[in-house]
């Protein structure tokens, strides 16, 4: 099986820095996705590693080694409505099929 | 960007009846599209695959008598819930890919989703 693992819940105040990881254990490894899902909404797109390195793209940026089997996503300068469940998702060799971590909800706070 | 609409958007229904979700892809065609069932607090689970014109394949531990999915054209897919018990109750999400676009990103673009309540 595909593991993808993901803190549960994390907590950061507003205007802060707060990194989302996610490691992964699969038999072949394509990319990694990462999602943005509010409450009782579909996910939306939010970055694509395939790449070792960092992917900056405004307030967001994304990591990932391929070697250690890690990612993470960073958010700065946090708003209240940054407040969602953050999902990475990884494709696998020779497919486009997605495998969803188990998803980090944040809460931003005042 | 592509569009992908879900219908209905909330359903409730009875034990034992069978419940319909169309996927619709608006303004590209989609040969394939992915169905997910996401419990509350929890992540996607990919239940099936199905490509235009073909049988589905089903991830391991789903019911493929139980969850019916058709994909007769290259716009549309349906999942179909037969005999609903209250354990069925979960947020279906479906997503659909078209043909290789000109960014990766537009790998899959995701449904709004559907709330089945089973009473």
């Known amino acids: 099986g595909q593991n993808i693992d993901q803190p549960t819940e994390m907590t950061a105040t507003e205007g802060a820095i707060v990194q989302i990881n996610c490691t992964y254990q699969?038999?072949?490894?394509?990319?990694l996705f990462w999602y943005q899902q509010h409450a009782g909404e579909a996910p939306t797109f939010l970055s694509y590693n395939v790449l070792d390195g960092l992917e900056e793209k405004g307030r967001f940026s994304s990591f990932l080694s391929r070697s250690k089997g890690y990612s993470y996503l960073l958010l700065k300068e946090l708003q209240m409505k940054d407040s969602a469940s953050y999902l990475c998702?990884?494709?696998?060799?020779?497919?486009?099929?997605?495998?969803f971590g188990t998803g980090t909800r944040l809460t931003v706070i005042p | 960007g592509a569009v992908v609409s879900q219908h209905p958007s909330r359903v409730i229904c009875k034990s034992g009846t069978s419940v319909k979700i169309e996927c619709r892809s608006l303004?590209?065609?989609?040969?394939?599209m992915f169905w997910y069932r996401q419990f509350p607090k929890q992540s996607l689970m990919l239940m099936a695959t199905s490509n235009e014109g073909s049988k589905a394949t089903y991830e391991q531990g789903v019911e493929k008598d139980k969850f019916l999915i058709n994909h007769a054209s290259l716009t549309l897919s349906t999942l179909t819930v037969t005999s609903a018990h209250p354990e069925d109750s979960s947020f279906y999400i479906c997503s659909a890919r078209g043909r290789e676009g000109p960014s990766v990103e537009e790998t899959q673009y995701f449904g709004p989703g559907t709330r089945l309540l089973v009473l």
């Open positions: 303004d590209f065609q989609a040969t394939t």
């Open positions: 998702a990884v494709t696998l060799g020779g497919a486009n099929n997605l495998f």
């Open positions: 699969t038999s072949g490894f394509n990319g």
